[in-house]
């Protein structure tokens, strides 16, 4: 890996880890959930429509039997994990938000194996086992009581699933699109959807103070449009799973950011559900796949925030 793929795959990792907080902050600073999303996604696609009007891009549009392909990974990978993982913060810290969503390589090994035919040795059904483990314990943490699992958890582990959904079947597509066309495409998708959300937008935005509105454009602009960039470049300059390690980080920024930002802690047991996970899924990326299988079926680790 070299050191400008490593650069902007930290930094990728550092804006999407600061996400988390970010949608706390703006959830709690009177944006509803779904006037967030669609106030994000607006600013993503108006980006994205002033980068493909660059020439010098030579940016394509799908082939008319890509669309509906492109439609349903939208709505399956951007409003369903949207969705699920933004109503889910209205209940769950921004941390324990992280670690769920960091655990996701855990279903898209699951879906590995049973779509794309993935297989994993002993040391990898030991970390998913660990893996689920971990989740269990980040999920009991969550509540207002000791043991108590808040209704956030299941929607972020949907949207958890989800992405895993999408990392799977957008694979065949990278043969013919580049990973920004692609993110564009699916951002353009996904805006659609949000529109229904658009009733009383105008108003929010008036009443909102001035931090929140500047935190949602941040939103708009960094993770939901530039770190998809600067992913695709890294992505350009290494190799796919090399660069995919960085990923692994994300937790742990957004827990440090959340304190930092929030004055927020994920509860002790959800710190080491996470560990655990987190954990699991290294072993299971770096020991418990079969190599012979993984050369033939590498996924790419593309996320969408």
């Given at each position: 890996?070299?050191?400008?793929?490593?650069?902007l795959g930290l930094l990728t990792v550092l804006i999407w880890g600061s996400t988390f907080a970010a949608n706390s902050f703006s959830l709690q600073g009177g944006f509803s959930a779904g006037h967030l999303l669609l106030f994000r996604f607006a600013?993503?696609?108006?980006?994205f429509i002033a980068i493909a009007l660059i020439p010098s891009m030579k940016f394509r549009l799908p082939e008319k039997q890509d669309i509906w392909k492109i439609a349903l990974l939208g709505i399956i990978g951007i409003n369903g994990y949207h969705i699920c993982a933004t109503f889910g913060q209205l209940t769950i810290s921004?941390?324990?938000?992280?670690?769920?969503i960091g655990?996701?390589?855990?279903?898209?090994?699951?879906?590995?194996?049973?779509?794309?035919?993935?297989r994993l040795s002993k040391v990898g059904w030991i970390g998913l086992a660990f893996g689920f483990a971990g989740i269990s314990l980040i999920a009991f943490g969550s509540g207002n009581t000791t043991f108590g699992i808040a209704p956030g958890v299941f929607l972020t582990i949907l949207a958890a699933i989800a992405t895993s959904i999408f990392f799977v079947y957008q694979k065949p597509l990278f043969k013919k699109y580049t990973a920004i066309e692609l993110t564009a495409y699916f951002t353009w998708v996904g805006t659609i959807p949000f529109l229904f959300f658009a009733p009383g937008l105008l108003e929010a935005i008036q009443t909102v103070p001035v931090g929140?509105?500047?935190?949602a454009i941040y939103i708009g602009i960094f993770p939901t449009a530039i770190a998809y960039l600067t992913w695709a470049y890294a992505l350009?300059?290494?190799?796919?799973?090399?660069i995919s390690t960085v990923l692994y980080l994300e937790p742990v920024i957004a827990i440090i950011v959340a304190w930092i930002w929030l004055s927020e802690l994920p509860k002790s047991i959800s710190i080491i559900g996470g560990l655990i996970a987190i954990s699991s899924v290294i072993l299971v990326n770096f020991y418990g796949k079969n190599q012979h299988a993984i050369s033939k079926t590498q996924l790419d680790p593309n996320k969408t925030r």
């Amino acid at each position: 890996m070299n050191s400008k793929a490593l650069l902007l795959g930290l930094l990728t990792v550092l804006i999407w880890g600061s996400t988390f907080a970010a949608n706390s902050f703006s959830l709690q600073g009177g944006f509803s959930a779904g006037h967030l999303l669609l106030f994000r996604f607006a600013v993503a696609s108006i980006i994205f429509i002033a980068i493909a009007l660059i020439p010098s891009m030579k940016f394509r549009l799908p082939e008319k039997q890509d669309i509906w392909k492109i439609a349903l990974l939208g709505i399956i990978g951007i409003n369903g994990y949207h969705i699920c993982a933004t109503f889910g913060q209205l209940t769950i810290s921004a941390g324990t938000s992280g670690m769920l969503i960091g655990s996701g390589p855990i279903f898209t090994t699951i879906f590995a194996i049973l779509i794309l035919k993935e297989r994993l040795s002993k040391v990898g059904w030991i970390g998913l086992a660990f893996g689920f483990a971990g989740i269990s314990l980040i999920a009991f943490g969550s509540g207002n009581t000791t043991f108590g699992i808040a209704p956030g958890v299941f929607l972020t582990i949907l949207a958890a699933i989800a992405t895993s959904i999408f990392f799977v079947y957008q694979k065949p597509l990278f043969k013919k699109y580049t990973a920004i066309e692609l993110t564009a495409y699916f951002t353009w998708v996904g805006t659609i959807p949000f529109l229904f959300f658009a009733p009383g937008l105008l108003e929010a935005i008036q009443t909102v103070p001035v931090g929140v509105n500047l935190t949602a454009i941040y939103i708009g602009i960094f993770p939901t449009a530039i770190a998809y960039l600067t992913w695709a470049y890294a992505l350009s300059q290494s190799n796919a799973s090399s660069i995919s390690t960085v990923l692994y980080l994300e937790p742990v920024i957004a827990i440090i950011v959340a304190w930092i930002w929030l004055s927020e802690l994920p509860k002790s047991i959800s710190i080491i559900g996470g560990l655990i996970a987190i954990s699991s899924v290294i072993l299971v990326n770096f020991y418990g796949k079969n190599q012979h299988a993984i050369s033939k079926t590498q996924l790419d680790p593309n996320k969408t925030r």
